[in-house]
């Protein structure tokens, strides 16, 4: 049996074949094609692993898993942290052809159960190190809801679940049986707009190609050494080139808790590290550090700083070569596919000032009116795209697909965008109902929904308000029977379960919600009032 997914037109997938897109081999290759180097691959602390001794620990875990009877078809929900465990798993799991989610270690409660409701998970894999699963009553719980649940690993234990010994069993004969390389490898998280999460089923062909081709561009080679701060688990850390690039090219990933400057300005300093992917948050503490610091010194060996997840300005984009003293490379992604890059090689100029250009000949990229028509040349609308590593619709979504897709199978991000002359992309805005704080993204729905479960809410909107630091914070405007305030709203939040960076930054209760004409709830009014209450 395999997962389900909307395949790509059989001339579309024959043409990606023909250009060499995609090569028909398995996400493992990445790993076991540097199988015998003993260069290093991954440093999470004090720990250091070869190539070597990496492929070796992801053939016991396969191994491991194999015993314990999961196989090709099966679906993982995973949730490990910016740990070594985190590749390990990851190889494993796609060696034996079990596809996994990979949540991030801020997911809690409410979105591991609504992941694991989707999927059907035959195993989880997580971490005593997280709240949730420090003891075992919510392991309980979950696995008596999850009848598909066989098999149960945890990082940080040492009784029968434990992670490690797994790791650290010898492999008997390890069978690979990857998944086809035209099917679902694993799937990426949609940032959505959605009540609930959706799921982005990804190949390993269409992934594999992202990957190869954003080396190209990125110039990772066996001489990078990339800072890892992102969650490993986000698209943008994994593939663009991200840590998977990084083994490609048999470079050197270094993995960090977060993107502060206290943690990773040493980290660049010990490691000598050349390239690093940040949110524009983490730019701006970056800068503020070495402000205060009164030097740079530590970020001697840097050459390359990625910026991307959110809308990064000109003027701390040409603050970046100025103060840090590394060349700057603006990324504009999207877990569902296509990604866009300022090149090495573009002027100042177009790197400070656009989000790049696609990066696949084969990326079609257009903006559409509000009616779904073409606007000329320049002019802001609707973000539409289709390619070779761009999805064709959501896990078991078929309503939601109707609307994110048009009739020709291109996708539309809800992005707001321009196309210069050149190709290049100037992000404008947003359409859907999101927001992005910081680069993590809030579907406003979801928070919603559960702000309607407390019995004093009536009606909620959560809409985002401008943040000089993060970008953008969320707002939550309600309207209630009686006053709630925000630390109630917030801690009421929090024991729906619900990840951190998505409680409400503020709260106003309001008598009404204001309307548009078709009587839907006017977000925009909404944005205005939040925008004129944070003047006064
Ligand atoms: C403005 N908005 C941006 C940018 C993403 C590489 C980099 C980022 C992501 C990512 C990714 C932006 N300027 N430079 O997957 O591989 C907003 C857009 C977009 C949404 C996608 C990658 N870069 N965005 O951020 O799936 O609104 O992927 O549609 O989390 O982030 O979010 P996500």
């Known amino acids: 049996m395999s997962v389900a997914f909307t395949p790509w037109p059989d001339d579309f997938a024959a043409r990606y074949r023909e250009k060499g897109y995609w090569q028909d081999r398995p996400l493992t290759d990445f790993l076991t094609r540097h199988a015998d180097s003993e260069s290093v691959a991954v440093i999470d602390g004090d720990r250091h692993f070869s190539y070597c001794e990496l492929n070796a620990r992801v053939d016991n875990l396969a191994s491991s898993l194999q015993r314990q009877g999961l196989k090709t078809g099966d679906t993982a929900l995973v949730q490990l942290g910016n ?169 050197c990933v270094i993995l960090a808790a977060d993107p502060s400057a206290t943690l990773c300005f040493p980290l660049i300093e010990q490691h000598q590290i050349n390239v690093a992917a940040l949110v524009p948050p983490a730019v701006s503490l970056w800068l503020q550090a070495i402000h205060e610091w009164n030097s740079n010194a530590a970020l001697a060996s840097l050459t390359l700083l990625q910026v991307g997840g959110a809308r990064l300005s000109a003027t701390l984009a040409a603050r970046i070569p100025a103060e840090i003293g590394c060349q700057l490379q603006q990324v504009f992604g999207m877990a569902e596919g296509l990604v866009n890059y300022t090149r090495l090689d573009d002027s100042p100029e177009r790197i400070i000032n656009t989000q790049g250009c696609p990066m696949s000949p084969d990326d079609e990229v257009w903006v559409a009116d509000a009616e779904g028509n073409p606007l000329p040349r320049g002019e802001v609308g609707r973000l539409m795209t289709r390619g070779p590593y761009t999805f064709r619709g959501y896990y078991k979504s078929p309503e939601h697909n109707g609307c994110a897709f048009d009739a020709n199978g291109f996708y539309g991000s809800g992005d707001l965008i321009s196309i210069d002359e050149q190709g290049y992309i100037t992000v404008q805005g947003r359409e859907k109902d999101q927001i992005n704080r910081g680069g993590e993204k809030i579907a406003a729905e979801e928070v919603e929904n559960l702000l309607l479960r407390h019995d004093e809410v009536i009606h909620a909107a959560l809409v985002s308000m401008e943040d000089s630091l993060l970008g953008e914070k969320s707002c939550a405007w309600l309207v209630t029977k009686t006053p709630l305030r925000a630390v109630a709203v917030r801690r009421f939040l929090r024991e729906q379960g619900v990840a951190e960076f998505k409680l409400p930054d503020r709260v106003e209760c309001v008598d009404a919600l204001p309307l548009t004409p078709v009587g839907k709830v006017d977000k925009k009014q909404l944005r205005q009032w939040i925008a004129n209450r944070t003047l006064a």
Do not use: W
């Not at 992934?207 to 561009?217: D, L, M, Q």
């Open 83 to 251: 740990v070594a465990e985190f590749y390990i798993t990851f190889f494993a799991l796609l060696r034996i052809g079990v596809a996994p989610v990979n949540a991030l270690f801020s997911h809690q409660r409410s979105e591991l159960q609504a992941y694991a409701a989707q999927i059907e998970p035959a195993m989880l894999i997580a971490d005593r190190q997280h709240a949730l699963f420090a003891d075992d009553v919510f392991l309980n719980a979950f696995v008596d809801e999850h009848r598909s649940v066989r098999t149960v690993l945890l990082r940080n234990d040492d009784g029968e679940h434990s992670l490690a010994a797994a790791i650290a069993h010898p492999a008997d004969n390890v069978v690979a049986t990857p998944t086809g390389p035209g099917e679902v490898a694993f799937f990426q998280l949609s940032g959505g707009s959605t009540g609930t999460p959706k799921l982005i089923p990804r190949t390993h062909n269409d992934y594999a190609y992202s990957i190869r081709r954003s080396n190209e561009i990125c110039a990772f080679d066996q001489n990078t050494r990339y800072l890892c701060a992102l969650p490993a688990a986000h698209n943008y850390a994994l593939s663009s080139p991200g840590a998977l690039g990084v083994f490609l090219a048999q470079g």
